[in-house]
């Protein structure tokens, strides 16, 4: 079993920068590849970004390449996104997910565990 704990998420201006962290617990972490989904509302929850078990493999949705950069650091069973030029659009609940295989997706159904979320909103 593996529990997720998301934090720094907030209000920002347009073209601010946000870092998003995500605490897991249990001694798989490393082995599992890691993602970052949001949720807009009255919307699906969307892929944002995902990272394979050694960091050697990262994956960006198209809306937010060049921006958005996700890592990780195994020895503190986290995962980072840091958010720069950040816009409206980008206003949902980022959700991260830890999948018990080392390999990344894009998918949410790929995913085994979820955090509870936290609220990202970018002001115009």
């Known amino acids: 079993q593996v529990q997720l704990v998301e934090s720094g998420g907030g209000l920002v201006q347009a073209g601010g920068s946000l870092r998003l962290s995500c605490a897991a617990s249990?001694?798989?972490?490393?082995?599992?590849?890691m993602g970052w989904f949001r949720q807009a509302p009255g919307k699906e929850r969307e892929f944002v970004a995902t990272?394979?078990?050694?960091?050697?493999?990262?994956s960006y949705a198209d809306s937010v390449k060049g921006r958005f950069t996700i890592s990780r650091d195994n020895a503190k069973n986290t995962v980072y996104l840091q958010m720069n030029s950040l816009k409206p659009e980008d206003t949902a609940v980022y959700y991260c997910?830890?999948?018990?295989?080392?390999?990344?997706?894009?998918?949410?159904?790929?995913?085994?565990?979820w955090g509870q979320g936290t609220q990202v909103t970018v002001s115009s």
């Open positions: 997910a830890a999948r018990s295989s080392p390999r990344t997706t894009t998918l949410v159904g790929d995913y085994n565990y």
């Open positions: 990272i394979n078990w050694s960091a050697s493999i990262t």
């Open positions: 249990g001694r798989a972490f490393s082995t599992y590849a």
